[in-house]
């Protein structure tokens, strides 16, 4: 009971103590979550349907992407492909939630027989990238894939080289083969978009009318320009209505950022130049000494490598083969400068001949001389080529192989060096043992079509760039610059007293992944989307090819929603619409109940101009060259007047009012076919439904980028 008494007397201590011990507990625990949810946070890319997309799964996605699309396109910038591979996975994404809601599959099935057909745009481009050809048709060839899949495993073995040749074209051809199942789901999406588009035959006949029926019109005008702005009036109020009246066109689906800048290029100076071009005539010299051209291109740091194979013109950029032709073989020719790529380049052909631009092949891969011998002789004596290939574990299937395909490579072995000179020069039949630094490799040439001019070039080709001492004055000018202006205003003001340009950026998004006109800019975006406004960054190296430096001043935020009424491009608009309107009431004023252009013309003869537009349909907008301005409201009061009368209302139009005459109407020979217009007018009304179907299931999609904090 004293213990009970002594608790009692103390409780309110007591439940201090213990509040603070759950207290401790609770905070603790909440710690852990918040560090938790913090790094779950920090891993996650982005989100798409409330659907949270981990750094790990997109990084895969994105290396599959980018891999896949440069075998296609192996020039394509890569900034830009990292863009196309995020549209890509959103739109994917928002396709199969609304596929899936509606039942709507592909199945395998569908996706075979569009392969059958083999005229799929994505097919055709499997078919120009793999060689996957029928030599008939032109179209892809779906016999040669199936041949290369089912013996994919026993062909990768054959050799290291084939191994990470076979692999690499699996891959893409699964990549491909995805992205066909993909588009297919797109397509019936809007083929059910495009179901619920119907026309009749009442808007089929307004359609062929719209188009058949032409008039020539007498037009007296008053261009807006003819009233001075500063005798408009415009207050906050009217623009303020009119922001309320276009609101809808200020709607942004996500946040936006503004900056200005300076981009200043590191370019050579004359001592670099100077340098470079020594460098390139030893080059030169050494091509005339005959030292060997795989070893000139590789010490002379060529921007280019030296196959060793003869391709075609299409190998190289324009400044290169257009030289070609009028080289002799032997000859060398350089340093020449190029204005194209602004390099210094030396050229040696070293040789020239009419080879066949497809050729048809097949191989078997065995280990030994004596194995290969063997191989040799029964090839050689008639026997069945697969036949004796599936004894060694091959297909020894027939391939198409085009120029294409090798001759924009970044890099060739000796062996395969050897194998493509000899599938070039072998002829149809011939059979050969090509020794190899891990077996020897049995060939024959089946096939040889297309017969085009291939070169034999080596070029060395090296970028007119900036010296280490060159770069450095660069940077250091521009940082003493920075140092001593830190902020927008003063950056703005004395930027170009010290021979700097401040550029704006007004519609920076995490969207686009980079800042549109600044090369290599990732780190930069990450910047501007955590900075506060009114900051300035520091120096960045940016660029294509790490050759120019930026600061940047973050000058507004907008966030998601609508744009505000002060942003300076909104103000701008807002400001021009409400000026028309304006002026267009006054010249409406001054318009108003005339009977004839004679009239129009005395209602102001200072403003009021003629001139006359023949061939006006109500299919397009009616093109007023006075004014420099399409006037589709022009083209819809054209039809509504009857011909020979005036038009007695005032035309309100984009550059202009108007006020006409018709004086000729006439219907183009063509005869109404109900059927044809009802399905034309059908597909004009999807494709306006598609593009805002498409846009408002974005931005019901709630996708949120965060892209610019990895990548």
């Given at each position: 009971?004293?213990?009970?008494?002594k608790?009692?007397?103390?409780?309110?201590f007591?439940?201090?103590i213990?509040?603070?011990?759950?207290?401790?507990?609770?905070a603790?625990?909440?710690f852990r979550?918040?560090e938790?949810?913090?790094?779950?946070r920090?891993t996650r890319?982005?989100?798409?349907?409330?659907?949270?997309?981990?750094?790990?799964d997109?990084?895969n996605?994105?290396?599959e992407?980018?891999e896949c699309?440069?075998?296609?396109?192996?020039q394509a910038?890569?900034?830009?492909i990292?863009?196309m591979a995020?549209?890509n996975?959103v739109?994917s994404k928002?396709?199969e939630?609304?596929?899936?809601?509606?039942g709507l599959?592909?199945t395998?099935?569908?996706?075979?027989?569009v392969m059958?057909?083999?005229?799929n745009?994505?097919?055709m481009?499997?078919a120009?990238?793999?060689?996957?050809?029928?030599?008939q048709t032109g179209?892809?060839?779906i016999?040669?894939?199936?041949?290369?899949i089912?013996?994919?495993?026993t062909?990768?073995?054959?050799?290291?080289?084939a191994?990470?040749?076979y692999?690499k074209?699996?891959?893409?051809?699964a990549f491909?083969?995805?992205?066909l199942?993909?588009?297919l789901?797109?397509?019936?999406?809007?083929?059910l978009?495009?179901s619920?588009s119907?026309s009749?035959?009442?808007?089929?006949k307004?359609l062929?009318?719209?188009?058949?029926?032409?008039?020539?019109i007498?037009?007296?005008?008053v261009?807006y320009k003819?009233?001075?702005?500063?005798d408009v009036?415009?207050?906050?109020?009217d623009?303020k209505?009119?922001?309320e009246?276009?609101k809808e066109?200020?709607k942004?689906?996500?946040?936006?950022r503004?900056?200005?800048y300076?981009?200043?290029?590191?370019?050579?100076?004359?001592a670099?130049r100077?340098a470079?071009y020594k460098?390139?005539e030893?080059c030169a010299q050494?091509?005339?000494d005959g030292v060997e051209?795989?070893k000139v291109?590789?010490?002379g740091?060529?921007?280019?490598?030296?196959?060793?194979?003869?391709?075609?013109?299409n190998?190289?950029?324009s400044?290169i083969?257009?030289?070609l032709d009028?080289m002799?073989?032997?000859?060398?020719?350089?340093?020449v400068?190029?204005?194209?790529?602004n390099?210094y380049?030396?050229?040696?052909?070293?040789?020239k001949n009419m080879?066949?631009?497809s050729?048809?092949?097949?191989?078997?891969?065995?280990?030994?001389?004596?194995?290969?011998?063997s191989?040799?002789n029964?090839?050689k004596?008639g026997?069945d080529f697969?036949?004796?290939?599936?004894k060694?574990?091959?297909?020894g299937?027939?391939?198409?192989l085009?120029?294409?395909q090798?001759?924009?490579?970044?890099?060739?072995?000796k062996?395969?060096?050897?194998?493509?000179?000899?599938?070039?020069?072998?002829a149809?039949?011939?059979?050969?043992?090509?020794?190899?630094a891990?077996?020897?490799l049995?060939?024959?040439?089946?096939?040889?079509?297309?017969?085009?001019q291939?070169?034999d070039v080596?070029?060395?080709?090296?970028?007119?760039?900036?010296s280490?001492?060159?770069?450095?004055?660069?940077s250091?000018k521009?940082?003493?610059f920075?140092?001593?202006h830190?902020?927008?205003?003063?950056i703005t003001k004395?930027?170009?007293k010290a021979g700097?340009?401040?550029?704006?950026a007004?519609?920076?998004l995490?969207?686009?992944?980079?800042?549109?006109?600044?090369?290599?800019?990732?780190?930069?975006l990450?910047?501007?989307f955590?900075?506060?406004k009114?900051?300035?960054s520091e120096?960045m190296?940016?660029g294509?090819n790490?050759d120019?430096i930026?600061?940047?001043?973050?000058?507004?935020?907008?966030?998601?929603?609508?744009m505000?009424?002060?942003?300076?491009?909104v103000?701008?608009?807002?400001?021009?619409?409400?000026?028309?309107?304006?002026?267009?009431?006054k010249?409406i004023a001054?318009?108003?109940g005339v009977?004839?252009?004679?009239?129009?013309v005395?209602?102001?003869n200072?403003i009021?101009?003629?001139?006359?537009i023949n061939?006006?349909t109500?299919?397009?907008?009616?093109?007023?060259?006075?004014?420099q301005s399409?006037?589709p409201?022009l083209?819809g009061?054209v039809?509504?007047t009857?011909k020979?009368q005036?038009?007695?209302h005032?035309?309100?139009?984009y550059?202009?009012?108007y006020?006409?005459?018709v004086?000729?109407?006439?219907?183009?020979d063509g005869?109404f076919?109900?059927k044809?217009?009802e399905?034309?007018a059908a597909?004009?009304?999807?494709?306006?439904?598609?593009r805002s179907?498409?846009?408002e299931?974005?931005l019901?999609?709630?996708?949120?980028d965060n892209?610019?904090l990895?990548?």
């Amino acid at each position: 009971m004293a213990a009970l008494g002594k608790i009692r007397s103390r409780g309110t201590f007591l439940i201090i103590i213990i509040g603070l011990g759950l207290f401790g507990f609770i905070a603790g625990d909440m710690f852990r979550s918040c560090e938790t949810t913090g790094r779950m946070r920090s891993t996650r890319v982005g989100e798409v349907l409330g659907e949270k997309i981990g750094i790990e799964d997109y990084q895969n996605y994105l290396n599959e992407f980018v891999e896949c699309t440069k075998i296609g396109a192996p020039q394509a910038d890569e900034d830009q492909i990292r863009n196309m591979a995020w549209q890509n996975y959103v739109q994917s994404k928002i396709i199969e939630n609304e596929a899936d809601k509606l039942g709507l599959a592909v199945t395998t099935e569908e996706v075979k027989n569009v392969m059958v057909q083999g005229t799929n745009q994505v097919l055709m481009e499997v078919a120009n990238v793999t060689g996957m050809v029928n030599q008939q048709t032109g179209r892809f060839d779906i016999n040669m894939y199936n041949e290369f899949i089912n013996n994919y495993n026993t062909n990768r073995n054959t050799s290291p080289q084939a191994a990470e040749y076979y692999e690499k074209v699996y891959k893409y051809l699964a990549f491909k083969v995805k992205q066909l199942r993909q588009q297919l789901l797109a397509q019936k999406y809007q083929a059910l978009l495009a179901s619920a588009s119907l026309s009749n035959p009442v808007e089929a006949k307004f359609l062929f009318d719209a188009e058949k029926q032409e008039s020539d019109i007498e037009l007296a005008y008053v261009d807006y320009k003819a009233i001075n702005d500063k005798d408009v009036q415009v207050s906050e109020s009217d623009l303020k209505s009119k922001y309320e009246e276009k609101k809808e066109m200020f709607k942004i689906p996500e946040e936006i950022r503004s900056i200005k800048y300076i981009l200043v290029k590191k370019e050579a100076s004359q001592a670099d130049r100077t340098a470079l071009y020594k460098a390139m005539e030893k080059c030169a010299q050494q091509f005339k000494d005959g030292v060997e051209p795989e070893k000139v291109v590789r010490e002379g740091r060529s921007n280019i490598a030296y196959l060793g194979v003869p391709v075609t013109k299409n190998a190289f950029t324009s400044d290169i083969s257009t030289r070609l032709d009028s080289m002799s073989v032997g000859a060398v020719m350089g340093p020449v400068e190029s204005k194209f790529d602004n390099t210094y380049n030396v050229i040696k052909l070293i040789g020239k001949n009419m080879l066949p631009d497809s050729i048809q092949y097949r191989t078997i891969a065995v280990d030994t001389k004596v194995k290969a011998d063997s191989v040799f002789n029964a090839v050689k004596a008639g026997g069945d080529f697969e036949a004796i290939a599936k004894k060694y574990g091959q297909g020894g299937e027939k391939v198409w192989l085009t120029t294409s395909q090798y001759e924009r490579a970044s890099n060739m072995t000796k062996d395969n060096q050897t194998i493509f000179n000899d599938i070039n020069t072998l002829a149809t039949n011939e059979v050969k043992i090509i020794p190899m630094a891990q077996g020897n490799l049995i060939l024959q040439v089946t096939d040889r079509k297309a017969m085009v001019q291939k070169y034999d070039v080596a070029v060395v080709k090296r970028d007119i760039t900036f010296s280490d001492e060159t770069s450095h004055a660069i940077s250091d000018k521009f940082k003493q610059f920075v140092a001593g202006h830190q902020t927008i205003d003063a950056i703005t003001k004395d930027a170009a007293k010290a021979g700097y340009q401040v550029l704006d950026a007004k519609n920076v998004l995490t969207s686009q992944g980079q800042i549109q006109g600044i090369g290599n800019s990732r780190d930069a975006l990450k910047w501007v989307f955590e900075a506060k406004k009114g900051d300035v960054s520091e120096v960045m190296t940016v660029g294509a090819n790490r050759d120019e430096i930026l600061v940047m001043g973050l000058t507004d935020i907008y966030p998601k929603g609508y744009m505000a009424m002060d942003n300076e491009d909104v103000k701008n608009y807002l400001q021009q619409e409400v000026l028309r309107d304006k002026k267009a009431e006054k010249i409406i004023a001054k318009l108003q109940g005339v009977k004839s252009i004679a009239d129009a013309v005395k209602a102001d003869n200072k403003i009021v101009k003629t001139d006359s537009i023949n061939q006006i349909t109500l299919a397009a907008p009616t093109f007023v060259g006075a004014v420099q301005s399409q006037e589709p409201a022009l083209s819809g009061a054209v039809a509504a007047t009857p011909k020979g009368q005036f038009c007695t209302h005032p035309v309100k139009g984009y550059g202009g009012v108007y006020v006409f005459k018709v004086n000729d109407r006439r219907t183009l020979d063509g005869k109404f076919d109900a059927k044809d217009y009802e399905a034309r007018a059908a597909q004009q009304n999807m494709q306006s439904i598609s593009r805002s179907a498409f846009q408002e299931l974005f931005l019901n999609a709630d996708v949120k980028d965060n892209r610019y904090l990895f990548f």
